[in-house]
């Protein structure tokens, strides 16, 4: 019986030192960078080295993967959906309203909000990719870009909004202007009305 249980202990030792020494002598060759869609991808990842000598070699990005945000600020039209549905809390979005229409997206919808504000905090981002999905005119998206090492926590804000402090505060100051106009028109039209029945 003890020498059966010997027998098993090194026999077990002896694998657990063959695969040990395979891998160690293995390890000396660079491992392969390959396409994710190749038949023997996870086939490479048992051969040579466990990692790759980044960044000089990369591993292919896939096609569907969830990277950094970007945002064509262009086609947004200040909807918030985005921010609302975040669930991190990791988007920020102050509008304005515009007095009148002021153009169109790539995809036809009247833009009728200035993007004062537009910041994503890519340090809390949880890469969900829920703020693409209920885009209405798919400005934000994720791209393949991953590496994005900072030495300041604070630059890994993006901020997308294109509009200075001077621009943000002339459009406030027209649409303010034109809420007093509509104010001033209705409290006449009122008082019109009320001379009328007197």
Do not use: W
Not at 7 to 18: E, F, H, I, P, Q
Not at 129 to 149: A, H, K, W
Not at 187 to 193: I, N, T, V
């Amino acid at each position: 019986m003890l020498l059966k249980k010997t027998y098993n202990a090194l026999a077990t030792a002896s694998k657990g030192m063959v695969l040990t020494l395979r891998h160690m002598f293995a390890s000396r060759k660079d491992r392969q960078v390959g396409s994710v869609k190749s038949d023997n991808y996870f086939k490479r990842l048992e051969e040579g080295t466990n990692t790759i000598q980044y960044p000089k070699q990369q591993l292919p990005v896939p096609e569907v993967g969830r990277y950094q945000l970007d945002v064509e600020i262009d086609d947004c039209i200040v909807c918030d959906l985005c921010a609302k549905i975040c669930p991190v809390d990791c988007i920020a979005i102050e509008s304005i309203k515009a007095t009148q229409a002021i153009g169109q997206t790539s995809d036809g919808s009247t833009k009728r909000l200035y993007a004062a504000k537009f910041d994503i905090d890519m340090a809390k981002c949880l890469y969900c990719g829920l703020c693409t999905v209920v885009c209405p005119t798919e400005c934000i998206t994720m791209t393949n870009q991953y590496d994005r090492s900072v030495y300041q926590l604070g630059d890994l804000t993006y901020h997308f909004s294109d509009m200075d402090q001077e621009l943000i505060d002339e459009k406030k100051k027209e649409f303010e202007l034109q809420q007093a106009e509509k104010q001033a028109a209705k409290a006449a039209a009122l008082k019109a009305k009320e001379e009328g029945k007197a």
